[in-house]
């Protein structure tokens, strides 16, 4: 009896996940309640809205799944843009999710100015929008909420190349989020993927906040998508793509802001890293 109302439920989140409909939402948190039934695995949890930030989760799991087919046992993810600090709690609470199902360790990393925003450089960075000071950081309450993650103080360009240069190869990076806001800062951030291919991995998984919003009046000649555009132009073997994954999924405004970093000559980019059994079609 209990197999067949996890095979039902299972049916019934699969069904779920994938209708967009209003309908859909309300069976979504319905088959999330479902009592006495095994645990959804880390994919069904973003799928069905169980856990935090779908932008952060989703790509949270993809870098800790992709580590663990290429064989490491850790993994970084990173944040840029801390803020008050609510990305990184819930980054932790994610974790706590992955490390109980995926034989993997993830290190978090969260890098902030701590003061706030910056004086803006130029237009680029939206001055209309935001202004210095903006989004100022509480270090010591938000040290004594954080069980794990690591805080890097101060401004991008300061504190990234030491961490550039040092790398990790014992835990490489498969997921950031850009949630910078300006231009300038996003530009800064992306020196990251300069990272020695053995502390970072062949794809990275990233959430680009600032790439829609509400109200901001966002362009492709300003912030974050022009910071995208520009690094695109910078050379044919290194990418940052739209991510195209989400078959399974209903349409959710989150999934407009995942993106993937692709190293196409990276030593590792080639290897094979999905199912065995998936690569048959018998009649």
Same mark, same amino acid.
């Given at each position: 009896m209990i197999n067949h109302r996890a095979s039902l439920a299972n049916k019934?989140? $699969?069904?779920?996940?994938? *209708? &967009? &409909?209003? !309908?859909?939402?309300?069976? /979504? %948190? !319905?088959?999330? %309640?479902?009592?006495?039934?095994? *645990?959804?695995s880390l994919m069904q949890q973003v799928q069905l809205g169980i856990l935090p930030r779908p932008t952060y989760a989703y790509t949270a799991i993809c870098a800790a799944e992709t580590a663990v087919r290429l064989g490491y046992e850790e993994v970084s993810w990173i944040e840029f843009g801390v803020a008050g600090g609510a990305g990184l709690i819930h980054l932790e609470e994610? /974790?706590?999710?992955? #490390? /109980?199902?995926l034989p993997i360790r993830v290190r978090i990393v969260g890098f902030d100015m701590g003061s706030g925003l910056p004086t803006p450089v130029d237009y680029r960075d939206l001055?209309?929008?935001?202004k210095r000071g903006f989004y100022e950081m509480d270090i010591p309450l938000l040290k004594s909420r954080l069980t794990s993650a690591e805080l890097v103080i101060g401004p991008i360009a300061d504190t990234l190349p030491a961490f550039v240069s040092n790398g990790s190869p014992t835990a490489p990076i498969g997921m950031i989020s850009f949630d910078l806001d300006y231009y300038s800062s996003t530009v800064e951030a992306f020196k990251i993927f300069d990272l020695a291919p053995d502390s970072?991995?062949?794809r990275v998984f990233c959430n680009m906040d600032d790439v829609i919003g509400s109200g901001e009046v966002f362009s492709d000649f300003t912030g974050a998508r022009l910071a995208i555009r520009?690094?695109?132009?910078? &050379? *044919?073997?290194? /990418?940052?793509?739209?991510?195209? *994954?989400?078959? $399974?999924?209903?349409? #959710? %405004?989150? $999934? #407009?802001k995942v993106m993937v970093y692709h190293d196409f000559l990276h030593p590792r980019y080639s290897e094979y890293v999905g199912d065995d059994e998936g690569g048959q079609l018998p009649i």
């Open positions: 019934l989140a $699969q069904a779920a996940a994938k *209708d &967009s &409909s209003s !309908l859909g939402l309300i069976a /979504k %948190r !319905l088959v999330a %309640r479902l009592p006495l039934i095994p *645990d959804y994610i /974790k706590t999710h992955v #490390e /109980k199902v001055p209309y929008a935001w970072i991995l062949p520009e690094f695109n132009t910078l &050379s *044919d073997t290194r /990418k940052l793509s739209a991510c195209y *994954d989400f078959a $399974q999924f209903a349409y #959710e %405004r989150w $999934q #407009e």
